[in-house]
């Protein structure tokens, strides 16, 4: 038999403060902890808010902009002689303003497209804008283009209109200026300048391979062209080695200022009469491989 105890009071004050501590507790972790859950949702809500705000602005934003660039409008190209197509009539083709002037520079030169192949050779029509085009080219030909062999100088090239060949004159190199060397395959506006600074330099080409020691043009570039000019070795200027000074010595880019400086100095003390290409190839002053060369350029 169990023997009932007697609680005393103190027992009981005792029990009920850890009923007080307990529910104190429970207090305030409810409290506590649902203030930091209240927390922890409202950062989250606004976190979400914030993302969907930037979302909502950034495909506005490029709703916007597709709403508002402009749609390109199709290129409408009809049937065109690039002999005679006006400058609003390139415009349509695809070219700029400044592009299609210098079309317009090559023909008021005396440039004359003689097929299609002639067209795209033009540096300002690239290989896209002369695929688009090709088609449409329609060239009219000159039936009274008869000309006089003893007065100009042809050559048999390529024609790209058709599988075969036809009679073209040549580009004379040494009095060609840039819109005439631009429409030669391979040369652009660089090459074109290259070609006279170096042409002045010299004083005239007096052999097309003289184009090959301009630095860019190699073998590769220079065939695309080479069956298309031509040099006349009367255009060149010849300078007197009897007065030639020390600078248009030196100028010549095969002579260059150590034989330039021997050469005055022969002239000094042989003489005037004696200051020739020949005597000096004797007295060693320049090998016999650079006489053929400078025999076009002085005299």
Known sequence: MWRREKITKSHASGVVVLIFIVLFIQGVLFLFGGKEKDSEAIVKENIQTGLDRVVKERVGKNIEKSVRRPVKEPVLIER??????DKSGLIKLGLSPKQAQVVLNYREKGGKFKDAGDFSRMYVISPKTYERVKEYISIETDKADTIKSDTVVNVKTYSASFNGYENRELL??????????????GIGPYYARKIIQ???RLGGFATKDQLLEIYGIDKERFDLFAERIDVDTNDVTKVDLKVATFEQLSGNPYIGGYVARAIIRYREKSGIELT????LVMNNIIKKELYKILKYYFK
């Not at 065109?80 to 197509?85: A, E, M």
């Not at 004379?172 to 030669?184: K, P, Q, Y």
């Not at 020739?276 to 005597?279: M, Q, Y």
Request: no cysteine; charged share 20%.
């Open 172 to 185: 004379r190199l040494n009095t060609a200026d840039s819109i005439d060397l631009i429409s030669l395959p």
């Open 80 to 85: 065109f002689d690039p002999n005679t197509v």
């Open 276 to 279: 020739n290409l020949a005597n």
């Open 198 to 200: 170096y042409r002045e």
